[in-house]
């Protein structure tokens, strides 16, 4: 199959220090296949499972390629990554990905064990946010287990509600409106979705 996209989205390239590194964040690439496969890789099997919501020993086929050709509008994904020996190790990603009724999305998110708590999540989310409501969604959802106190937290500070899942024992369901999806409302959410990009978590 073809992979098309519009345009790369170059202005949501930013660079931030963290535990006194330097971390990229960008949108993904095709090419970011093999490096998005080692990030989930090593991700711990519980740190997968509450990415995937289900026990996952290794990811199947083609997940990879799904993840890493996105068109940038109704499926975006951005990578945090350092670089270490002469090569790029992915840190974190965030995703959304627009639902069938064309105004809500779902979002994912995960960053590698030794970079939690830093706040990457934090910044990936706003990021994913602003981008989210300059292509029109008006909503955005997720679904976390209801032991994962990190990510409930992470969603509460970024304003989404939290809910129980009417049809999954365990599951909170999470929910962020972001506009009205009008033209007014896109064009509204690119500045901040910029001033953002320079924005510095908290480092350790
Ligand atoms: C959830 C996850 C993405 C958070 O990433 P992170 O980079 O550690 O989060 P941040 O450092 O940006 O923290 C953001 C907020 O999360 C909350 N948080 C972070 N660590 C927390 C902890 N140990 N306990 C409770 N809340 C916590 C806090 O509200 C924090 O805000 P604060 O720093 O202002 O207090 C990360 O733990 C992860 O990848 N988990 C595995 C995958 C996953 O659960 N994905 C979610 C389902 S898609």
Redesign the pocket.
Known sequence: MTYQIDRYPAELIDVVHLAHERVVIRPVLPQDEDLTGAFFGD?SAA?RH??F?APMRWLPPGLTKRLTQVDYQNHMALVAEVFRDGGERVI?EARYARLGDGSSAE??????EP?????????L?AKLMCRAAAAGIERLV????AS???????A??AGFTVKRSPELGGVLLIEAILGDGTRQARLAAITPCLANLEAT??AA
């Open positions: 991700l740190a509450q990415r919501l974190a979002l994912a998110i995960s960053v590698a970079w939690q708590g830093l706040g990457l999540a934090r910044l989310l997720g679904e976390t287990l994962n106190q990190r990510m409930i937290g992470l509460r500070k978590p908290t």
